[in-house]
């Protein structure tokens, strides 16, 4: 098993932090976690005359300027990306001790922070590629049924991870809101496509996978070396205009539907703080059992992610009378995703394409086999023919003008600290 996916010293339950604010229970940040971010000091400053982007860990509501610190020597999360896996371990164990409880470095360090409500967020990395992936089986099921209902799932789906490219250029992080986007739409009582606002926007639940060190072309990534390739995990709200898909995708998928906007979350939890939420992946009894370049030992013991996803949704109005968000569903992520993170690194080489540090794999929507487990409003709405009522009397079918969408992410397990993904959030503005 891969020093990665066990835990050490650093996932100690015992470990408190001289940062009072990581040992508040049910904290995103606690010094179990250390997730990277880019982030800039807010201040009166705008311009060239801003403060400039720097590489940080989060710690409680605060954050270590970590280059400061003298633990790394960039500001670059891509160049650590790039490390070796036991420097990597090495750097994540060096910021433990210095943010522990007792550590000699609390003097220095404490002048080092920046809490996080005085700090701008950027992208976490510089992201070249991004490839989405469809690993959400009941989803995929789901969706299949309102439009197949013979045949909700595909014959490959079972076999090959499926996937398509993306849009790197429109990839944004929490807070920045876009406009609602506009093309072409047909319906099916149409005798003409029109042009238009998307009326039928919804949100995707993912999770976003960071590439850490790449591989050479014409190379591909072994299953039982995938993990070192894994750099860590976002929150990802893959947005999709279902109207505009509905009538572009065939026969080559999605294009203008998607590629306007997609949000990230600004800290990226790493493949090591996540180590004691691993499980095992598993496939029903009746379903093939994956191809040998998709199959090992060490993904059937480890390969998925124990970690709980939520959405939740503020309309305008919410926002308006100072109304908290409402949830629209829960679940988990290692109920919900068919291939695991390693499966789709494997694939996604196994003809020679290099990925290289930085490059963005989407989970897919990540829902559960239940209603209340819904990764989008598709589903939640049966394909817009039933509303969902929120609880102050609104409806909704598709998302509004002025709703702020919110995806949330934390493992918790016994004998393990608890541990956040942060949020994702975005308002949709007028076309």
Request: charged content about 15%.
């Amino acid at each position: 098993m891969h020093s990665l996916l066990t835990p050490n010293a650093t996932h100690d339950t015992n470990l408190t932090s001289w940062v009072a604010s990581a040992n508040v229970p049910h904290a995103d940040f606690p010094i179990q976690n250390l997730p990277w971010g880019r982030y800039r000091p807010l201040g009166d400053r705008t311009g060239d005359d801003a403060p400039s982007w720097r590489l940080g860990v989060a710690i409680g509501d605060y954050i270590l300027d970590a280059r400061a610190a003298g633990v790394i020597d960039t500001d670059d999360l891509n160049t650590i990306m790039a490390l070796p896996v036991q420097q990597r371990l090495q750097i994540r164990q060096q910021l433990s001790d210095g943010l522990k409880t007792g550590s000699a470095q609390e003097k220095a360090w404490s002048k080092l922070l920046t809490a996080q409500s005085q700090a701008q967020m950027g992208l976490p990395c510089h992201i070249g590629d991004y490839t989405d992936f469809y690993t959400g089986i009941h989803h995929a099921t789901s969706v299949g049924k309102l439009f197949r209902p013979d045949q909700p799932l595909m014959p490959n789906y079972q076999w090959v991870p499926i996937g398509y490219h993306g849009r790197s250029s429109s990839i944004g992080v929490s807070g920045n809101n876009f406009k609602r986007p506009q093309g072409q739409t047909k319906t099916p009582d149409a005798p003409t496509p029109s042009f238009g606002p998307s009326k039928r926007l919804d949100y995707e639940l993912e999770l976003g996978f960071l590439v850490a060190q790449g591989n050479a072309q014409g190379s591909c990534i072994a299953l039982e070396q995938a993990e070192e390739h894994l750099f860590g995990v976002v929150l990802l709200n893959d947005w999709s205009a279902r109207d505009i898909q509905a009538w572009e995708y065939q026969p080559l998928g999605p294009f203008l539907a998607k590629n306007f906007a997609s949000t990230i979350s600004p800290w990226v939890i790493t493949n090591e703080a996540l180590a004691p939420f691993r499980s095992a992946f598993t496939r029903a009894p009746n379903d093939p059992q994956p191809l040998p370049y998709l199959d090992g030992q060490q993904n059937r013991e480890k390969g998925q992610l124990g970690i709980t996803l939520e959405v939740l949704l503020q309309t305008a109005q919410m926002a308006q009378n100072n109304e908290p968000p409402a949830r629209l569903s829960i679940g988990r992520a290692d109920q919900a995703a068919y291939w695991t993170a390693a499966q789709l690194i494997a694939h996604h080489t196994i003809n020679g394409c290099n990925l290289q540090p930085g490059d963005l794999l989407g989970s897919g929507t990540l829902s559960g086999a239940t209603p209340h487990e819904a990764g989008s409003l598709l589903e939640l709405t049966q394909g817009g023919k039933q509303p969902i009522t929120l609880l102050n009397g609104e409806l909704r079918t598709f998302l509004q003008d002025g709703d702020t969408l919110i995806l949330r992410g934390w493992c918790e397990r016994e004998g393990a600290a608890r541990i956040g993904l942060g949020q994702v959030q975005a308002t949709i503005l007028p076309a």
